[in-house]
């Protein structure tokens, strides 16, 4: 399968934006967009697995964009006159099913292009957006065993910039995180329910989403999902 889309955005700046106490800016203007993508979607069923693959290429015009920036220890919003953002993702979903258990696996991959063409200050001119990483991924695999299910995550971010001149001694290390979790499904009478096991960043990695702010390192969580009469409540 072929596809293709064309677009225009406009996007309002939002109440934040504008008077966020401390650092909103009253001044600023609307986002204006235009966006073309396309893409392709092949896929194969077999005896007992599927195989699903997809691809997209996209490009997008902004001018205005609203962007927030560090200033200091103050962050601000401001218009960016004009940034050309295209890339590319792609992903591939597959299945193995048998009486006895189902295997899930999908691996997903983002290049990420968000260029600063402001001719205004040549500094910032033809550079990445801060936060914007060019290299993303995922992979994901699932295994079902009666009522077990046991899941694992990686997540790989690449290099982000953290400065609008692409200072490379000021940019966030790439880095990549592994989750897994098991959970088990109880029936009893009408209600059925779930308990489940979580750990987060497995391999303890320090990574920062924001510069100087740390996110969690090893971490675990537990959980009750209930069912009743098929309406679900937590």
Do not use: C
């Amino acid at each position: 399968t072929v596809r293709g889309q064309i677009a225009r955005g406009y996007r309002i700046p939002t109440l934040n934006d504008r008077y966020w106490i401390p650092g909103g800016n009253p001044d600023v203007l609307p986002e204006d967009a235009f966006h073309v993508e396309a893409g392709i979607n092949w896929s194969q069923n077999f005896r007992r697995w599927n195989l699903v693959v997809d691809g997209t290429i996209y490009k997008t015009w902004i001018n205005d964009m609203i962007v927030w920036t560090p200033e200091g220890n103050l962050w601000s919003p401001a218009n960016f006159q004009k940034v050309n953002s295209y890339g590319v993702e792609v992903s591939a979903k597959g299945s193995l099913s048998s009486d006895k258990y189902k295997l899930n696996a999908e691996i997903d991959y983002s290049l990420t292009r968000s260029i600063n063409e402001t001719e205004e200050d040549p500094l910032f001119n033809n550079k990445q957006l801060a936060y914007v990483p060019l290299h993303s991924g995922r992979l994901f695999v699932s295994l079902n065993v009666k009522s077990w299910t046991l899941d694992t995550r990686a997540n790989v971010t690449g290099l982000r910039y953290t400065t609008l001149d692409n200072d490379e001694s000021a940019s966030l290390d790439p880095y990549v995180l592994l989750d897994a979790s098991v959970s088990k499904r109880f029936l009893f009478r009408k209600m059925n329910f779930v308990l489940r096991m979580d750990g987060l960043n497995l391999f303890n990695v320090y990574y920062e989403n924001l510069k100087y702010h740390a996110m969690p390192g090893r971490n675990y969580a537990v959980s009750i999902l209930l069912n009743f009469n098929n309406q679900q409540s937590i």
